[in-house]
């Protein structure tokens, strides 16, 4: 069993910045990826950036540039930093952990969200 808690956010104006944390408990041996997602209302959830083995990122075409994933494994945290901020990046945000147990079944962990609103 993973748990994940996630920080950081909160009300930002447009160019502003905000960093949300997601802290890992539990299992954590299993993770071997982990990832933000966000979803806004009427909108499907969306991949926003992960990372992985060797610490290897990926990133959504439209926060490329203005938003940067990376994690402290001594903390067993992950970081989301979101630079630049717009509008359109109005939504509730998810950190999710891709895990497998000692029997390779395939876990998805989600933390509980946070809200993040763009807004003058």
């Known amino acids: 069993q993973v748990q994940l808690v996630e920080s950081g956010g909160g009300l930002v104006q447009p160019e502003g910045s905000l960093r949300l944390s997601c802290a890992a408990s539990?299992?954590?041996?299993?993770?071997?990826?982990m990832g933000w997602y966000r979803q806004a209302p009427g909108k499907e959830r969306e991949l926003v950036a992960s990372?992985?083995?060797?610490?290897?990122?990926n990133y959504a075409d439209s926060v490329k540039g203005r938003f940067t994933i990376s994690r402290d494994s001594s903390k067993n945290t992950v970081y989301l930093q979101m630079n630049s901020l717009k509008p359109e990046d109005t939504a509730v945000y998810y950190c999710?952990?891709?895990?497998?147990?000692?029997?390779?079944?395939?876990?998805?962990?989600w933390g509980q969200g946070t809200q993040v609103t763009v807004s003058s």
């Open positions: 539990g299992s954590i041996n299993g993770i071997v990826m």
């Open positions: 990372i992985g083995a060797g610490d290897n990122t």
């Open positions: 999710n952990a891709d895990s497998f147990d000692a029997y390779l079944r395939r876990y998805m962990y």
